[in-house]
């Protein structure tokens, strides 16, 4: 089954201790992109990723890194979260960013006390 | 840089009513992309719109895209509880990426 796979679907943390968030597809996409998602201000762009080892800041990427080692994962690392960090995380993937459709993963609810 | 709005941002519906969601970008866009998430779940697409314009139609959903190709809307006839949701807007401009409204959150009361 086509499907991008996010883990863990919950995570509760403390600040400053460092966590990723894995995501996967396999559908061989080259782009893959994360998002958080706030109460009122819809899903914002943290960091996206053309392909392989091409990866570039979406429009909220301070407090957060990736990586783009191979083609299907696109884990999200918090190397020191922080409260503000508290939020519905997701990822997404597509064939062609310019008119295909995104396939989001099933989300990562994060809360960083 | 480019902006998504969305209004309204509830709407609350007695079932077999109607609804209408509208979004207007800040530039022009090359295409815009609609989607739902489900309370708890994660946003599916529903349509794409390319062209100036454009009217496409699935059952009881309804998407324009504007002629100047900088708003659109989504209607929902007769609604029903299988609608409720939050339906975004994501507008895209060719070599960026999509921007995302801030949705519109629809309850229906049976």
């Known amino acids: 089954e086509a499907q991008v796979t996010q883990n863990p679907r919950y995570l509760i943390t403390v600040t400053g201790k460092k966590l990723t968030v894995t995501c996967s597809q396999n559908?061989?996409?080259?782009?893959m992109s994360w998002y958080r998602q706030d109460p009122g201000l819809g899903l914002r762009q943290i960091y996206y990723?053309?392909?392989?080892?091409?990866?570039d800041k979406g429009d909220v990427p301070e407090g957060y890194k990736v990586s783009r080692k191979e083609k299907r994962n696109f884990p999200l690392i918090l190397e020191s979260p922080s409260p503000n960090q508290t939020s519905l995380y997701f990822c997404?993937?597509?064939?062609?960013?310019?008119?295909?459709?995104?396939?989001f993963g099933n989300g990562t609810r994060l809360t960083v006390t | 840089g480019q902006q998504v709005m969305q209004i309204p941002q509830y709407q609350h519906v007695q079932e077999g009513e109607d609804f209408t969601t509208y979004c207007n970008s800040s530039?022009?866009?090359?295409?815009i992309q609609w989607y739902k998430q489900r309370p708890g779940g994660h946003p599916v697409f529903l349509i794409q719109?390319?062209?100036?314009?454009e009217v496409k139609k699935q059952k009881r959903l309804t998407f324009q895209f504007g002629e100047a190709k900088k708003n659109s809307s989504l209607h929902i006839t007769a609604t029903q509880t299988t609608d409720v949701g939050t339906y975004f807007c994501?507008?895209?401009?060719?070599?960026?990426?999509?921007?995302f409204g801030p949705g519109t959150r629809l309850s229906v009361l049976p």
């Open positions: 997404a993937s597509t064939i062609d960013r310019n008119n295909s459709p995104l396939h």
């Open positions: 990723s053309m392909n392989v080892e091409v990866t």
């Open positions: 530039t022009t866009l090359s295409n």
């Open positions: 994501a507008g895209y401009n060719y070599g960026q990426n999509f921007v």
């Open positions: 559908m061989n996409h080259e782009y």
């Open positions: 719109l390319v062209k100036s314009g």
